[in-house]
């Protein structure tokens, strides 16, 4: 079991930039892909970015690629979203998600096991 706490999320401007954490307990967080999906109302989840456990891996929504990093530190058991250049598209609730399977966060249809509450981001034009 994996319990995920994601916060940074807030009200920016666009183009203003924005770092989320998810912070992870429970089980070895080195064993597990961690990525981030997010949601706006009326909107299926979808996708944003994901890393493989040890980094070397990443994938990106089509939307976000050149705009938002994602990282980790398994020393801390945390995973990161670096958004810049936000626009008011990428406005919703942000959730961190781990699976010990990355092909959870790259295979159409499939859906890692794990999530987290989710935050809130806002971004005014």
């Known amino acids: 079991q994996v319990e995920l706490v994601e916060s940074g999320g807030g009200l920016v401007q666009a183009g203003d930039s924005l770092r989320l954490s998810c912070a992870a307990s429970g089980r070895t967080f080195s064993d597990y892909a961690m990525g981030w999906f997010r949601q706006t109302p009326g909107k299926e989840r979808e996708f944003v970015a994901y890393t493989t456990w040890t980094g070397a891996s990443k994938g990106y929504a089509d939307s976000v690629k050149g705009r938002f990093t994602i990282s980790r530190e398994n020393a801390k058991n945390m995973a990161y979203l670096q958004m810049n250049s936000l626009k008011p598209e990428d406005m919703g609730v942000y959730y961190c998600?781990?699976?010990?399977?990355?092909?959870?966060?790259?295979?159409?249809?499939?859906?890692?096991?794990?999530w987290g509450q989710g935050t809130q981001v806002t971004v005014s034009s």
């Open positions: 998600a781990a699976d010990t399977s990355a092909a959870a966060f790259r295979v159409p249809g499939d859906s890692p096991n794990y």
